[in-house]
């Protein structure tokens, strides 16, 4: 079976570009992704959560090789997978 999305591309929003390879990502919890992306083509920088697919290579973390990681790539996966832990926290309801 050929998996049709192996590296867990997205599309650009703003310049409709497909196919864009995340920078970097941080896991979300267990089975969870936080990716970081960057266009080519217009620089538009965004986040995309996904859920772990087995057998794909996940993408390294932000900031383990500056040359090809983007600043603000990095800041928004961070601070992506951040809002996620908190949702996680919040939705758990406990007053920990
Ligand atoms: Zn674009």
Redesign the pocket.
Request: charged letters at 0%; one cysteine or more; glycine letters at 8%.
């Given at each position: 079976m050929t998996d049709p999305n192996p590296l867990y591309g997205d599309a650009?929003e703003?310049?409709?570009?497909y196919d864009?390879f995340p920078e970097s990502a941080l896991r979300d919890g267990a089975y969870g992704i936080t990716a970081g992306y960057r266009?080519?083509?217009?620089?538009?920088v965004w986040t995309c959560g996904w859920q772990i697919v087995p057998g794909r290579a996940i993408p390294p973390e932000p900031g383990t090789d500056p040359r090809i990681f983007h600043p603000q790539v990095n800041a928004q996966v961070h601070e992506q997978a951040a809002i996620a832990r908190a949702r996680k926290h919040l939705s758990r309801g406990d007053s920990a």
């Open positions: 650009c703003v310049c409709s570009t864009v266009c080519p083509n217009c620089g538009h």
